[in-house]
């Protein structure tokens, strides 16, 4: 070990170690044993002026030093205790009466900023994102059991002034969604395109749904089942000008799509959507990079939900995501038409 080399651990780092703090930063080497430990090893504490760090276990490997047995930093247990940390506090979050987010962190055994850092790695949204999601789906669930709008307003853990926090959940009013969409307007028209029929659908905020399928019957009843008591109206000649651009997108899914979207989806949801958007035409993903691209490395399986979850065909390109493998794992729309949809970017 060249000891001129070696980087003395500083102030804020020595609190980290001294204090048995979680840190997945750095790791720290001992001159005297030659042993490098994760932040919070159970070890014995050295003395300072024999610790070094290293942003990295491969960093201290290369400098001659080897890994510790009693917390294995190496070994990827680790990441299961982790995995526990943050399932202990999603269950606290959960709750209807969750505690605030510095509580949270306390009850684990972490800072708060560790906290936010290795929720988010973990879950790929921020404890503050995961909360208000589920806020949102304990609104949605007691809206859809028939409660009123401002019981479920309270038991969701809404305060009273949170008529626009409630309606940027639901993407509606709530009034509007206890109904099933009652009272919501959406105009709708399709279109013969070179994939079968497809449906675009608006409301004020922009498209809201882009649907493809065999026959109008397929793509209306798609509709239908998302806003089952929504106003749907079809208008042909207004939206006119919007079908020709989405008939445009499916001929050429790599062209840019200018249109305004009415995007609904949780945090996580919204995240890959914005991820899919970001890739390449022609240069498909697996759900692991997805996964990686949204700071959730393991929640590949959340993504294909995700991916599941779009309403907006091609335009939000979903058809983009692949196995590991480069295989097709599924489709809203169908194989075939994510088939042809990469053939075209691929320009096959």
Not at 115 to 143: C, D, I, K, N, S
Not at 165 to 186: F, I, N, Q, V
């Amino acid at each position: 070990m060249n000891g001129e080399a070696l980087q003395s651990i500083d102030d804020v780092r020595w609190v980290t170690v001294s204090g048995r703090g979680r840190d997945d930063r750095f790791v720290f080497a001992v001159r005297t044993t030659s042993i490098y430990c994760r932040p919070g090893c159970p070890s014995r504490l050295p003395a300072r002026r024999n610790v070094f760090v290293f942003d990295d276990a491969a960093a201290a490997r290369a400098a001659g030093f080897r890994a510790c047995k009693r917390c294995a930093p190496d070994d990827v247990a680790f990441d299961a205790e982790r995995v526990r940390l943050i399932r202990r506090a999603c269950g606290l979050l959960d709750a209807d009466d969750a505690p605030r987010l510095d509580a949270v962190a306390r009850e684990i055994g972490l800072s708060r900023f560790h906290f936010q850092r290795v929720f988010r790695r973990m879950t790929g949204v921020t404890p503050g994102e995961y909360l208000r999601a589920r806020r949102a789906e304990r609104f949605r669930t007691r809206l859809a059991s028939g409660a009123t709008v401002t019981a479920a307003t309270h038991d969701a853990g809404y305060g009273s002034s949170s008529g626009a926090s409630a309606s940027d959940a639901l993407g509606m009013t709530p009034s509007r969604y206890r109904a099933g969409g009652r009272g919501e307007r959406l105009t709708y028209a399709t279109a013969a395109c070179s994939l079968g029929r497809v449906l675009v659908a608006t409301t004020e905020r922009g498209v809201c749904a882009i649907e493809l399928g065999d026959d109008d019957d397929a793509v209306i009843a798609a509709l239908g089942r998302h806003v089952p008591n929504a106003d749907l109206r079809r208008d042909d000649s207004a939206l006119l000008a919007t079908v020709d651009a989405v008939v445009a997108l499916v001929d050429d899914p790599a062209a840019p799509f200018g249109l305004p979207l009415d995007v609904r989806g949780t945090a996580f949801q919204q995240r890959v959507w914005n991820a899919l958007r970001a890739v390449r035409p022609g240069a498909p993903v697996s759900y692991t990079t997805l996964a990686r691209a949204v700071g959730s490395p393991q929640a590949a399986q959340a993504v294909g939900a995700a991916c599941a979850a779009n309403r907006l065909a091609v335009a939000i390109p979903c058809h983009r995501a692949v196995r590991e493998d480069g295989g097709l794992a599924g489709y809203r729309w169908g194989l075939e038409r994510k088939r042809a949809l990469l053939a075209r970017e691929r320009g096959a």
